[in-house]
């Protein structure tokens, strides 16, 4: 079965120190994979996704992704947190093949200034 | 360009009551999906949509939940009757392909008294 797993429930930071925010995933086939930020009291908004190409990946605000295939991981970074950046954040992927995306339980950011 | 709209917002129904959401897709998305999400975790698939037709609803609870997309553009999501573990926010969201970058309504938050 696919899934897709974010280890860490909760990530503190402070302000201008790098970030990263964890995700592993496990797919049948090829994967492709994207983050979400959920600000509160606002929709999921995407910022990024792997299909092919290069592993790593540049999104929205200044974030990025490497996506890693022997480690089965996406982690998403950032090299200097804001305090705009704290937010809970969803990994997700799937197959190509299927096309069923499975969402992670999300991590919440804190970023302190 | 306008974004996925979703009514109601809000919605509070005693049990055994019915409920309905309604989903307008952004122009163009041929992919529309259904999600739950509870508090403090990632949305869960209810059923997703190419076009009219439903390509997967192994996730809906049948007995109780139903959905159309009339014409392949807009979606309603029914439950009838609600239990009180309806309770959450449903989400909906479509994308170009079933693959791509989903896109987000502000979702309608249920809760079941």
């Known amino acids: 079965a696919q899934s897709v797993a974010q280890p860490e429930d909760q990530v503190n930071v402070a302000e201008g120190n790098p970030l990263t925010v964890k995700c592993t995933y496990s797919v049948s086939g090829n994967p492709y994979l994207f983050w979400y930020v959920q600000y509160p009291n606002r929709g999921l908004q995407f910022l990024l996704k792997y299909i092919t190409g290069d592993n790593l990946v540049k999104g929205s605000y200044g974030f990025e992704a490497e996506f890693n295939k022997s480690q089965t991981s996406f982690h998403l970074k950032k090299p200097s947190a804001l305090v705009s950046d704290s937010a809970l954040y969803f990994c997700?992927?799937?197959?190509?093949?299927?096309?069923?995306?499975?969402f992670g339980a999300g991590t919440r950011l804190f970023v302190k200034a | 360009e306008a974004g996925v709209v979703q009514s109601p917002r809000y919605k509070i129904i005693e049990k055994k009551q019915p409920v309905a959401f309604w989903c307008n897709p952004i122009?163009?998305?041929?992919?529309l999906y259904w999600y739950r999400q509870n508090l403090g975790q990632g949305p869960e698939l209810l059923i997703r949509y190419e076009n009219e037709e439903a390509v997967d609803d192994s996730q809906l609870p049948k007995d109780r939940f139903s959905a159309e997309r009339l014409k392949g553009v807009d979606s309603t999501l029914k439950i009838q009757p609600a239990e009180l573990g309806d309770s959450a926010v449903y989400l909906c969201?479509?994308?170009?392909?079933?693959?791509?970058?989903?896109?987000f309504g502000p979702g309608t938050r249920l809760t079941v008294t």
């Open positions: 122009s163009g998305h041929n992919t």
């Open positions: 997700a992927g799937g197959d190509t093949g299927g096309f069923k995306t499975i």
């Open positions: 969201a479509s994308s170009l392909t079933g693959f791509g970058e989903q896109y």
